[in-house]
């Protein structure tokens, strides 16, 4: 029974570590991740689509759904004025295909 319990658990966390809920907070020292909004898809590290549903954002592959509450939030993160306050640069675009991943040596901030 033990064993059951922890392999749920261990397969619960999993699942939710790889979601891409997102809450924007007011100051950086409350962030998980510091990020700045580049002009072209060429310059950001990853290209962000915004989905209209939590259910839609499974995986890590740039598909991000904003939650009303930091307490829903997978990551929160602070947006910064200048490109070299940031961790990560991304760029939103119009499509869901166009999400991406631009540089790999980032993606493990969004885990």
């Known amino acids: ?10 397969i619960v966390s999993a699942c939710s570590a790889y979601a891409q809920k997102l809450f924007a907070v007011d100051y950086a020292s ?7 909004v580049v002009d072209y ?11 209209d549903y939590a259910s839609q ?6 598909k991000w759904f904003w939650v009303d509450y930091a307490s829903q939030a997978d990551k929160k993160v602070f947006f910064v ?7 990560l640069k991304i760029f939103f675009v119009d499509y ?5 991943w631009r540089s790999q040596q980032k993606k493990h901030l969004m885990y």
């Open 1 to 10: 029974m033990r064993i059951i319990l922890l392999l749920s658990f261990v």
């Open 30 to 36: 409350q962030a998980d991740v510091q990020l700045f």
């Open 41 to 51: 898809a060429s310059q950001a590290d990853l290209c962000v689509f915004k989905v």
């Open 57 to 62: 954002a499974k995986g890590n592959e740039g």
């Open 81 to 87: 004025d200048y490109a070299s306050q940031a961790d």
């Open 96 to 100: 869901a295909s166009q999400a991406e």
